[in-house]
Nanobody
Framework: QVQLVESGGGLVQAGGSLRLSCAAS????????MGWFRQAPGKEREFVAA????????YYADSVKGRFIISRVNAKNTEYLQMNSLKPEDTAVYYC????????????????WGQGTQVTVSS
């Protein structure tokens, strides 16, 4: 059974940084595209960032471009999301996901999901 487990969430002041991690167990995901999504209270889940299987391609939502960096270390079966210059509107539950389709910004193309980690940015 494959599991994705996020960590690194928490409370941070606006302008601060956090680094989220997503560790996979049960199967190597080195051939999968990986992504991060987030869901704020009362809003739909939205795409944040995605990375191809070898890290050669990355994609970002316009709202986080230039502030967030997605990366992965296949040898550790782990992906990361470095979040800088955080804003109150970044407050949400952040989910990592894996896609057998490859790199994608579409939630429906992701096969595996983590349980989420809360990120709260205070003003």
């Amino acid at each position: 059974q494959v599991q994705l487990v996020e960590s690194g969430g928490g409370l941070v002041q606006a302008g601060g940084s956090l680094r989220l991690s997503c560790a996979a167990s049960g199967r190597t995901l080195s051939s999968y595209g990986m992504g991060w999504f987030r869901q704020a209270p009362g809003k739909e889940r939205e795409f944040v960032a995605a990375i191809s299987w070898n890290g050669g391609s990355t994609y970002y939502a316009d709202s986080v471009k230039g502030r967030f960096i997605i990366s992965r270390v296949n040898a550790k079966n782990t992906e990361y999301l470095q979040m800088n210059s955080l804003k109150p509107e970044d407050t949400a539950v952040y989910y990592c996901a894996a896609s057998s389709y490859g790199v994608s910004s579409v939630a429906g193309e992701y096969d595996l999901w983590g349980q989420g980690t809360q990120v709260t940015v205070s003003s």
